[in-house]
């Protein structure tokens, strides 16, 4: 069994802050690890992903995140927040022959000028 | 990048009548397509799993004779909400995704509305 755990659900940072979202995960197999954003009325765009290569994982529009094993984490992170940031972040995890994704709850971002 | 195009992004309907949703991966072949229901201000609940000519598999607690899929090419799997009721209302996000290990690919969402 596979789940998902994003602290907070709700962040809220300063226009050029740093943002940090955080995932931990547990998985009875090695994990496939996602981030996508989602924007108002809209599906989900992917920001990057970790499949058991380099354990920081740049993505795009600045993000990346950082797959730790012995935390069972994997936070997402940018140095300096953009007003277009601010959307709904949702951490995944599957693994190597299952398909599916499972989600955590989400964390919307807030970006304050 | 790989472009999911889901179509229609709203629809408003009576209470009993059946709505079709289309997802179609336009620049790949799909192997493997996801349907998702989000509930408001709630993460996304995988509804069914479909695969190019084969019958869907659906999670537990989804009605199969309610939310019926078809997978019938690789580039379009429709989902149909049955005799729809204003309980079916949701966001119904599908994904698209090629060979193995490689990622899914969302279209944009379809907002059902059930009056």
């Known amino acids: 069994a596979q789940s998902v755990t994003q602290l907070g659900s709700h962040v809220s940072v300063s226009e050029g802050a740093l943002v940090l979202l955080r995932c931990n995960y547990s998985?009875?197999?090695?994990?496939?690890l996602f981030w996508y954003v989602q924007y108002p009325n809209q599906g989900l765009q992917l920001l990057l992903k970790?499949?058991?290569?380099?354990?920081l994982v740049k993505g795009i529009n600045g993000f990346e995140a950082e797959f730790k094993k012995s935390e069972t984490s994997f936070h997402l992170t940018k140095p300096s927040a953009h007003m277009s940031d601010a959307a709904e972040y949702f951490c995944a995890v599957s693994n190597f022959g299952n398909e599916k994704l499972t989600f955590g709850t989400g964390t919307r971002l807030t970006i304050i000028p | 990048g790989a472009v999911v195009s889901q179509h229609p992004s709203r629809v408003i309907c009576k209470s009993g009548t059946s709505v079709k949703i289309e997802c179609r991966s336009l620049?790949?072949?799909?192997?493997?397509m996801f349907w998702y229901r989000q509930f408001p201000k709630k993460s996304l609940m995988l509804m069914a799993t479909?695969?190019?000519?084969?019958?869907?598999?659906?999670e537990q607690g989804v009605e199969k004779d309610k939310f019926l899929i078809n997978h019938a090419s690789l580039t379009l799997s429709t989902l149909t909400v049955t005799s729809a009721h204003p309980e079916d209302s949701s966001f119904y996000i599908c994904?698209?995704?090629?060979?193995?290990?490689?990622?899914?690919?969302f279209g944009d969402g379809t907002r059902l509305s059930i009056l």
């Open positions: 479909s695969n190019e000519g084969s019958k869907a598999t659906y």
């Open positions: 994904s698209a995704k090629g060979a193995a290990n490689q990622p899914q690919h």
């Open positions: 620049d790949f072949q799909a192997t493997t």
């Open positions: 970790y499949t058991s290569a380099a354990t």
């Open positions: 998985s009875s197999v090695p994990p496939y």
